[in-house]
């Protein structure tokens, strides 16, 4: 049983993600049932083997936190109730969306006498404290005991990252034999990219003669939207260069309001894509952003990261230098990090790839090659799969 606020036919990167995975897993054997929130009016759906029931209400989570705070209780409070149900045998799977997965799963395997395993997405309290969202220290250290409980008594904890490894060790003191190194993976994969000059995506909004960058993806409270923007604005005179949102998320509105402010007409902005469109529009720059602000390394790893490197796309990250990205860039010479918040170093290293295309396709072709060794869904299928049928 996996429990995830995001799931199929939700179409954020989280839902993008976990869907075909869990469907691999179906197809390795096993019987996988999904307590999800609800996005659309039927309870029980299916899709591909894997059985989806959906919890709570039916809720625009992103209009405010109020909304948000009531999607996540109606979530948690019908997951448990389900929880309470689920035979001793069953394996129950978490991950960090909502936060407070981890309590009530282990609440519920009090009482059901079931073993769960927990895959950290994003890191809470210590994102929330990060980013001065949460401030008491009484509220922060009460969360994280309780989160200490939870996590001692999974049989496995997955992290995304190394950094991330890293924090949940020093923080709870969890044993290395606990934690798992589990990269991300794409949500679509190809056997061979797609190439700019055949974007349909590209065709359709003329940019066959543009040098496009890209940020696809959510654009929530671990992101500097405002960053590209101004860099957009410092290379509003090079008409070859245009930039492109794809995606939504509590961040974006500010960021269109300071576009908007600043008068820029070479940002291109789009919803969400579905998944069968993704590569397509993955397809659609020659090189992509990734945002992680200060001082949250290893309490989230930016899932759309692999996605541009299965769509061999060169990367220029605006993210601390000790996080899973950092590493990541540096490891395979696939593209440059930048310090957060430098819009400048960040216009100047786009005007270098646009100008120079032989290094451009040399980081590209390295990305891609970096996705197939490290990072494909077949070998993140791989190590879950290992995990289960170890324990």
């Given at each position: 049983m996996f429990l995830t606020q995001?799931?199929?036919?939700?179409?954020?990167?989280?839902?993008?993600?976990?869907?075909?995975?869990?469907?691999?897993?179906?197809?390795?054997?096993?019987?996988?049932?999904?307590l999800a929130g609800k996005t659309v009016e039927r309870t029980n759906l299916e899709k591909n083997g894997v059985k989806i029931f959906q919890c709570g209400f039916k809720i625009d989570q992103k209009k405010n936190l109020f909304f948000r705070f009531i999607s996540y209780a109606s979530y948690l409070i019908h997951a448990f109730w389900m929880l309470l149900f689920t035979d001793k045998n069953t394996l129950v799977i978490a991950v960090t969306n909502p936060p407070f997965n981890a309590q009530i799963i282990f609440l519920g395997s009090l009482i059901r006498k079931y073993k769960y395993e927990y895959i950290f997405l994003d890191i809470y309290p210590?994102?929330?404290?990060?980013?001065?969202?949460?401030?008491?220290?009484?509220?922060?250290g009460v969360w994280r005991f309780f989160n200490k409980i939870a996590y001692h008594k999974a049989?496995?904890?997955?992290?995304?990252?190394r950094d991330m490894i890293n924090l949940i060790s020093k923080n709870y003191q969890i044993s290395s034999n606990n934690l798992v190194y589990l990269p991300h993976w794409s949500a679509s994969e190809n056997n061979s990219p797609i190439k700019f000059s055949n974007s349909k995506t590209a065709k359709k909004l003329n940019l066959k003669d543009k040098f496009v960058v890209q940020?696809?993806?959510?654009?929530?409270?671990?992101?500097?939207?405002?960053?590209?923007?101004?860099?957009?604005?410092?290379?509003?005179?090079?008409?070859?260069?245009?930039?492109?949102?794809?995606?939504?998320?509590?961040?974006?509105?500010?960021?269109?309001?300071?576009?908007?402010?600043?008068?820029?007409k070479n940002i291109i902005w789009r919803d969400f894509v579905p998944i069968d469109e993704l590569s397509d529009s993955l397809a659609c720059c020659h090189v992509a952003l990734i945002s992680l602000r200060n001082g949250l390394e290893g309490i989230a790893v930016p899932c759309k990261f692999y996605g541009i490197l299965e769509s061999e796309r060169c990367v220029l990250a605006s993210v601390p230098k000790d996080s899973e990205i950092a590493f990541a860039i540096e490891e395979d010479d696939i593209g440059f990090r930048i310090e957060p918040g430098d819009q400048y170093d960040l216009a100047d290293k786009i005007r270098l790839l646009a100008n120079d295309r032989n290094m451009l396709k040399t980081m590209s072709n390295n990305a891609r090659q970096s996705y197939e060794k490290r990072y494909c869904i077949d070998l993140a299928v791989k190590t879950v799969s290992s995990c289960i049928r170890t324990n």
């Open positions: 995001v799931y199929y036919p939700d179409p954020s990167s989280t839902s993008q993600l976990f869907t075909p995975l869990l469907e691999k897993l179906t197809k390795d054997g096993f019987e996988v049932t999904v210590e994102g929330l404290y990060a980013l001065g969202k949460l401030k008491s220290k009484f509220i922060m049989q496995n904890l997955y992290c995304l990252g940020y696809s993806g959510n654009m929530g409270i671990w992101h500097d939207m405002n960053t590209f923007i101004r860099s957009a604005k410092l290379l509003e005179d090079n008409k070859e260069i245009v930039f492109m949102f794809v995606g939504d998320g509590i961040k974006k509105q500010g960021a269109l309001s300071l576009a908007n402010e600043l008068d820029l």
